[in-house]
């Protein structure tokens, strides 16, 4: 495991608003959180959606979800626990497992489905929107699967341990970069009483999602199962939080597209037209 020495911040970012995610369910009956609904895209540009789905119950996740289309964005889901096995339109196939990632660029069209491959146990983990910009919405859709020990992981002098999911954080690259929406996607272990710092550029939108335990960053505590939109202060150049008790939680920022979002269910566009023009390639078939 790498070692990392923690960025010193000249000021952190605060908590502008702490966020209860909504009780749901999607596919085929699959129980889920959603975290960041569509009231929240325009001010957590470039993200679009963020599930958190945790349950040791199969009826909340067995049905998984059967084939369905995407076009216009990427989805990056991040199994903490569970077996889900993935399959896709042109002949793709994978599975993702305790503490592993898939990350899709949906582009054009792809039809896929994800499938639990447990009747029992713990499935739990996050699915993460991430809009395109405009000029690449309409290319070729990829994936690629990162199986947990191919995610870079560092630990600190005071025991925060932190998976590097995408971009870069405290000197150590992630599984992935991606250019124009920058996105930074942390898993974080922060023992109770220690205390963890992260640069996050200024240009990006930003929010925690804690899952275990509670946090303090300046004034506010986050709670587990809440979202913490950080604010984009000006001067702030990242986050320092401190562990109430032992605590988990994702970090995530992106720099903000600044166009259009029109999303119709598995479609997010920039126009309505364009919207109009999935839903007919789809229903004709036009998705690879
Ligand atoms: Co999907």
Redesign the pocket.
């Given at each position: 495991m790498n070692t990392a020495t923690q960025a010193t911040l000249h000021q952190s970012r605060s908590i502008e608003r702490i966020v209860q995610g909504i009780a749901t369910s999607d596919g085929a009956g699959v129980s889920l959180t959603r975290v960041l609904t569509g009231k929240l895209q325009r001010r957590l540009d470039p993200f679009l959606m963020l599930d958190a789905f945790g349950s040791d119950d199969p009826d909340d996740y067995i049905a998984g979800?059967p084939d369905?289309p995407?076009r216009g964005f990427e989805?990056i889901t991040y199994m903490l626990h569970g077996r889900m096995r993935h399959r896709d339109s042109a002949g793709h196939e994978g599975l993702l497992q305790n503490g592993g990632m898939q990350w899709m660029v949906a582009g054009r069209g792809a039809i896929?489905s994800?499938i639990p491959e447990q009747e029992e146990g713990v499935m739990e983990g996050f699915q993460l929107w991430l809009n395109l910009p405009a000029q690449t919405k309409m290319a070729e859709p990829w994936y690629r699967d990162f199986p947990s020990e191919t995610i870079p992981q560092y630990v600190t002098q005071n025991g925060v341990t932190v998976r590097v999911i995408a971009g870069s954080s405290n000197g150590v690259a992630g599984a992935m970069t991606r250019e124009i929406t920058e996105p930074l996607y942390l898993d974080i272990h922060v023992p109770a009483g220690a205390e963890f710092s992260s640069a996050i550029p200024q240009t990006h939108n930003a929010f925690i999602y804690v899952y275990r335990g509670a946090v303090q960053v300046g004034d506010t505590r986050v709670e587990a199962q809440r979202m913490g939109i950080l604010s984009n202060t000006e001067g702030a150049d990242g986050i320092t939080l401190t562990a109430t008790e032992d605590a988990r939680l994702i970090l995530i920022a992106g720099k903000p597209l600044n166009e259009p979002i029109v999303q119709y269910g598995?479609f997010v566009m920039n126009t309505q037209q364009e919207i109009s023009q999935a839903l007919d390639d789809f229903r004709s078939g036009r998705f690879a």
């Open positions: 979800f369905h995407h989805t896929h994800e598995p």
